[in-house]
Structures are given as C-alpha cells and as structure tokens.
C-alpha cells in the first residue's frame, strides 16, 4: 500500500524557517518523481515544487523561487522542502504528492504550515 | 493565479449529470495530458482522472474526462451525495516550466 506521511509544520515567525518531510512507503520511491502542493486555508490548490527521480530536475512556483529548495533521499524514502524567509502568504496545509501520469497519483494527508508573529 | 479556469460551482439533483469545464491555453492544455483531481471536505485530494480520460484503480465509471484543444470537461453522472467536493483540473504548462492547477469547482447535490 502506498503511504505517504508529511511532518514538519507548525508556527513560524516571518522570516523563519521550517523543513517539511514526507516520508514514503510501500512503493519504490526512487522511481518516481514527486511533488509539493500546498492550500492556503479555503483557497485552492497551488503547486509548489517538483523533483525527479534522481534529483536530476527541480522545479519551483515563480512565489517560491530562491526561497524554498526541494530535496529527497531516495536510500531513505523521504522527501524534503526547505522553506526560508516565509511569508504570511505561505501559511497553508502542504502536501506531498507521488506523480505518475499526473502530478498526483497518491498523496499525503498534508502538514499545516501556519507564518505569523 | 491559476491559468486554468473552471466554473466557481455547479449543482444538480441526486442522480443527475454534471460536467466541468476547464479552460487553459496552448501552452498547458494544449500540448499536455490533463489530470482531474477530487477533494472532499476536509481530505487530501485524490486522483479522478489522469492522461485526459483514464481513471486510475477503484474510480468508478460515473467519473469521465475528455479533452479538445484548449478545454477539458470532466463529466460525473449517477449525481450521489458523496460527490459533493471540490473538484480541479492540472496539467503542466511547458512555458512556465510548472505544474498548473485549475480554480477549482464546487459540486453541490441539491
């Protein structure tokens, strides 16, 4: 069964930092790309960041460019995002998503990230 | 900003048919395979449709996607209760180099 399960959020001040992971299961997760969405709280979905594989390919939203960074290791099935310098408008429930013919075939239950002082 | 535009709600009895466009460009709709995507009330999304018209293991077959040119129409019929959600379109946008979602549809069974 495939599993995947975010930890990592809370409260953070702007201009702290926060990493998010995603542990994953019960599939060979080296051979899949994966995928950040977050939800802002009753907004819609927005894409954050992408990686493949082989951490050969990283992409990011324009909002999050030079501010967050996407990683993975793959001898440890977890998926990681850096956040730094947050904003208030990054407070939103983030998702980890594996892509298959569709940036998202599984995805977590989601860790809420909420910026405020 | 979305650059996929959907119906901000529709609705329709128990039992009745509903579809729900999505609008993009050629850039993203126009040259790549368009995923629909169901949330529940307070759920993860899940997958409904992927590559503009297969439904993944477990998805009925009141659920159909279809996809022409720059549009894309997701079709639920059989209308139940447990379909009310908000429903989004994806698809990746090759001059943004980015995944892209749409504004996303509420589904109301009156």
């Known amino acids: 069964e495939v599993q995947l399960v975010e930890s990592g959020g809370g409260l953070v001040k702007p201009g702290g930092s926060l990493r998010l992971s995603c542990a994953a299961s019960?599939?060979?997760?080296?051979?899949?790309?994966m995928n950040w969405v977050r939800q802002a709280p009753g907004k819609g979905l927005e894409w954050v960041s992408s990686?493949?594989?082989?951490?050969?390919?990283?992409f990011y939203a324009d909002s999050v460019e030079g501010r967050f960074t996407i990683s993975r290791d793959n001898a440890n099935n977890s998926l990681y995002l850096q956040m730094n310098s947050l904003r208030a408008e990054d407070t939103a429930v983030y998702y980890c998503?594996?892509?298959?013919?569709?940036?998202?075939?599984?995805w977590g239950q989601g860790t809420l990230v909420t910026v405020s002082s | 900003q979305s650059v996929l535009t959907q119906p901000p709600s529709v609705s329709a009895a128990p039992g009745q048919k509903v579809t729900i466009s999505c609008s993009g460009s050629g850039s993203n709709m126009g040259n790549n395979y368009i995923s629909w995507y169901q949330q529940l009330p307070g759920a993860a999304p899940k997958l409904l449709i992927y590559?503009?018209?297969k439904r993944p293991s477990g998805i009925p077959d009141r659920f159909s996607g279809s996809k022409s040119g720059t549009s894309a129409t997701l079709g639920i019929t059989g209308l139940q209760t447990g379909d009310e959600a908000d429903y989004y379109c994806g698809t990746w946008d090759s001059s943004l180099s980015a995944n892209v979602f749409g504004t996303g549809t509420k589904v109301t069974v009156l």
């Open positions: 990686i493949s594989g082989s951490s050969s390919y990283k």
């Open positions: 019960g599939f060979a997760f080296r051979s899949y790309s």
């Open positions: 590559d503009n018209n």
């Open positions: 998503a594996r892509a298959h013919h569709s940036l998202g075939e599984y």
